[in-house]
């Protein structure tokens, strides 16, 4: 069987099993095989859901220039792209949108499995890239809730201080100012837009 006849079968049974049409492109976004009534600024959004594809390891959803939505995932010989199989021109109206998405999620997973099995994309790279993706999502999360905790610290100690750095301002203290000032780390840009100081207390730290 030659991987044209195994592409075809492939293209066969996913559309029998799932319902969506499935196109094979080339590397610059170009349709292979039948003709392509796409503008030609089609090609570059199609190129760009390959990319996400690889860089996330998995087919990623996205709305084309008509608000329309498809999905693709690399063909692959090793780790180099040769092009696509895209589905594409999806409108999400006129059903559950819990259904719809779902529909959609089995599918994608459908076309990866598929694939995979034909031997058309590296299944081990993408695997790696999906773990990848994961590690930084859960990275990102764990130094956003670091950070959460950070400026609660720190918004707690000003609020705790900023009775005592106010008194000493207004009896004219600087140094007594200064010496609160030190206690704490300096605000963050977000914590300046929430709390409003008096004109002097940018002046206390540098008198």
Known sequence: MTARSVLRALQRDFRRETGFRVIEIDAEGRRVGGRDRRRRNHEVWRTQVLREALRWGEACVMPDEQGLV???????????????????????????????????HSATSRLLALMGKANLVNADFLRARRAES?????????????????YDGIRDLYLREEPGLLAAIKR???????????????????????????????????A
Do not use: Q
């Not at 100012?177 to 840009?189: D, F, G, T």
């Open 70 to 104: 498809g999905w693709g995932i690399p063909l692959m010989t090793n780790s180099l792209v040769t092009g696509g199989l895209m589905v594409e021109g999806l409108s999400l109206d006129g059903g559950e949108p819990g259904e719809i998405s779902h529909k959609i």
């Open 134 to 150: 994961l590690r930084e999502h859960e990275r990102a999360e764990a130094i956003h809730v670091l950070k959460t905790r950070l």
């Open 172 to 206: 004219g203290e600087r140094p007594a100012a200064r010496e609160i000032i030190l206690k704490v780390p300096p605000p963050s840009p977000e914590y300046r837009t929430r709390r409003k100081f008096p004109a002097g207390f940018a002046g206390c730290s540098s």
